[in-house]
């Protein structure tokens, strides 16, 4: 009898690990697929947003700001930015990784985010740097596309958090201001957390 036991105890605790090992595995993908960078798809009229960085380790950074996706265009030394309301800028690289933008005598220097990734040009790519704004340095990021398009990302600034993303479902919690908990979707690149009451906040990757 009580080898009988025994056995039908290994086979319980045999079956507990696989489902274990399943929730773990489905939870893991789950965190795979929302980690990264993700940015708002909708933002207000004056452009304002918000973007998330979701580590693999369970930390997350929240930053509302400025998202600016515009065309862009490079004539020699003059970079024209938007359409149909243009920004010329005077553009100068000191070798492959720092750039200034200069416009109306005012220039700001910026560092190149990672390798270069086009052999054809200084330009394309991603960029950072800090502009002030009302006595405020505040981070700044483009990022050139090979496309002709232009993505502008100002933080105005950013809080460190801790997220999980379980069974199809995000918590996001930074200390109670600017929690982000609801289901997820992912659908064509868009990410969609439905939020109560009934909210849906869009985000995608850049």
Aim: with cysteine; hydrophobic share 35%.
């Amino acid at each position: 009898m009580k080898k009988r036991v025994f056995v039908a105890d290994i086979r319980v605790m045999k079956k507990t690990v696989a489902l274990f090992c399943l929730w773990t595995s489905c939870a893991a993908a789950q965190d795979a697929q929302l980690v990264g960078r993700w940015r708002s798809v909708e933002t207000s009229k004056g452009g304002i947003g918000a973007m998330y960085d979701f580590m693999a380790n369970g930390t997350v950074q929240f930053s509302p700001g400025a998202i600016v996706p515009e065309p862009y265009r490079v004539e020699g030394e003059r970079l024209t930015i938007g359409a149909p309301q243009e920004m010329q800028y005077t553009i100068a690289f000191t070798g492959e990784d720092r750039l200034r933008m200069s416009v109306n005598g005012q220039g700001e220097e910026y560092t190149r985010l990672g390798t270069r990734p086009n052999p054809q040009s200084l330009l394309v790519g991603e960029w950072t740097g800090t502009r002030d704004m009302s006595g405020v340095k505040t981070l700044v990021h483009w990022i050139f596309r090979a496309d002709s398009t232009t993505l502008l990302m100002i933080r105005f600034t950013t809080q460190s958090g801790t997220y999980s993303a379980q069974n199809g479902h995000l918590k996001a919690s930074f200390g109670g201001r600017g929690d982000l908990e609801g289901t997820l979707e992912l659908t064509g690149g868009v990410l969609s957390i439905t939020r109560s009451p009934g909210r849906v906040t869009k985000l995608m990757r850049y």
